[in-house]
């Protein structure tokens, strides 16, 4: 993994929360490999997050970040493997994840099928995160998706450590 940046202040667009916005962005030649550094990397990112900004980071939503830029790494490494970017952004309640890669066709989610073996990576993502954008860029696409850094009411009773990474 080859990190490009990792900055951390103010926006030009301002703080939700009066504590800033933390941004950092990563660079990977897509291998699977790759996805477990850039899993890493979100789960550095946001213990920053907790220890430079006071960020509430439930552990859920840390484990939920970590799963939903696995099934995006997954995806660049199947679909259009070559470099990729990853940016994080956190901004008050929320966790804004980017990644770019060069492939030029765009994601699209199957229909749910639970006897199907895999390709539901997509599903997942949808399903975790509360919003998902994807867009052209002259070289490749573009995939957004925002996650939520509050502790669900509903999950209150959900295990802890559902992921192990």
């Known amino acids: 993994m080859e990190q490009l940046t990792a900055r951390y202040g103010p ?3 301002g703080p939700r ?25 979100v789960r550095d990112f946001l213990s920053d997050a907790r220890t ?4 509430d980071v439930p552990t859920r939503a840390l484990e939920i970040a970590q799963l939903v830029v696995s099934e995006l790494a997954t995806n660049v490494c199947k679909y ?9 952004e956190v901004d008050g309640d929320r ?4 990644m770019w890669d060069s492939g030029a066709v765009l994601p699209s989610a199957l229909q749910g099928d639970p006897v199907r073996e895999g390709q539901h990576g997509l599903e997942i993502v949808l399903a975790l995160c509360q919003s998902f954008e994807v867009r052209r860029e002259p070289v490749g696409k573009r995939v957004r998706v925002q996650v939520s850094l509050l502790e669900d009411a509903e999950d209150d ?8 990474w």
Do not use: K, N
């Not at 430079?52 to 960020?55: A, D, E, K, N, P």
């Not at 966790?95 to 980017?98: E, F, M, R």
């Not at 009773?157 to 192990?164: C, E, I, R, S």
């Open 11 to 13: 926006e030009q667009d």
């Open 17 to 41: 929360d009066g504590r800033g916005v933390m941004a950092g962005s990563a660079a990977y030649a897509m291998d699977s490999g790759e996805i477990s550094r850039a899993r890493a990397f």
């Open 52 to 55: 430079l900004r006071g960020v």
């Open 80 to 88: 259009a493997p070559g470099p990729c970017l990853l940016d994080l």
């Open 95 to 98: 966790l804004l994840v980017t």
């Open 157 to 164: 009773d959900a295990p802890v450590g559902l992921f192990p």
